[in-house]
């Protein structure tokens, strides 16, 4: 019986492998069809924003980031209206640690689109970069807030800036006691109407 399970097991796995392998596949094909789509519109019509800040997302997950920041920038030149561009653009500087630079793009996109939370999950992305635990809580928690959907990577991003919280609060003169009591003050404050 043993052996039965055992084999069994075998195969099961074999075909859950070939399956991440069928998907992984077709994944890429779907994206090398959406890249040639991109082309093709973009040979059609140059001055598309919409596709050169998709083809931008596109290049800046194959780690062209140079490429996506000129995709971006052309994308804003083109439709300065457009606010997934900003947004595209900030999240290409975070990836490159350029915070400063992610947090001007994200803010002119946040004005654009205030109610996106993707500008304010991005702009928590870089407050926390910059260290700025507070200011990153803020836009967290608005990029939550505006969330039809629960989105997991908003949490994962809070616990890692309550981490960085946490280690630095001794080196600061904080303590992280004194931190969770003035977040949920201002929580308390904001179900009042207070804040």
């Known amino acids: 019986m043993r052996r039965f399970q055992w084999r069994n097991t075998k195969c099961q796995t074999r075909r859950e492998s070939s399956s991440v392998r069928h998907r992984s596949r077709w994944q890429r094909q779907k994206l090398d069809e959406a890249s040639n789509n991109l082309s093709k519109a973009l040979e059609i019509y140059p001055n598309y924003a919409e596709a050169l800040c998709l083809r931008g997302v596109l290049k800046m997950d194959k780690q062209d980031r140079e490429g996506a920041i000129a995709d971006f920038d052309q994308a804003i030149h083109i439709d300065s209206s457009y606010p997934m561009s900003y947004f595209a653009m900030g999240a ?3 990836l490159m640690s350029r915070f400063d630079d ?5 803010q002119q996109g946040t004005t654009l689109a205030p109610t996106a939370w993707q500008g304010y ?6 407050y926390m970069g910059k260290a700025d635990y507070m200011a990153s809580i803020k836009a967290l928690d608005k990029a939550q807030a505006l969330t039809r959907e629960p989105y997991p990577f908003i949490n994962l991003v809070k616990g890692h ?4 919280v946490k280690a630095i609060s001794g080196s600061h003169g904080g303590s992280w006691k ?8 201002i929580r308390s404050q904001r179900m009042q109407g207070k804040c």
């Open 102 to 106: 992610a947090l001007r793009a994200l």
């Open 121 to 126: 999950f991005e702009m928590g992305k870089a």
């Open 92 to 94: 290409v500087y975070n």
């Open 178 to 185: 004194h931190f969770c009591r003035r977040r949920l003050l």
């Open 161 to 164: 800036r309550a981490v960085g």
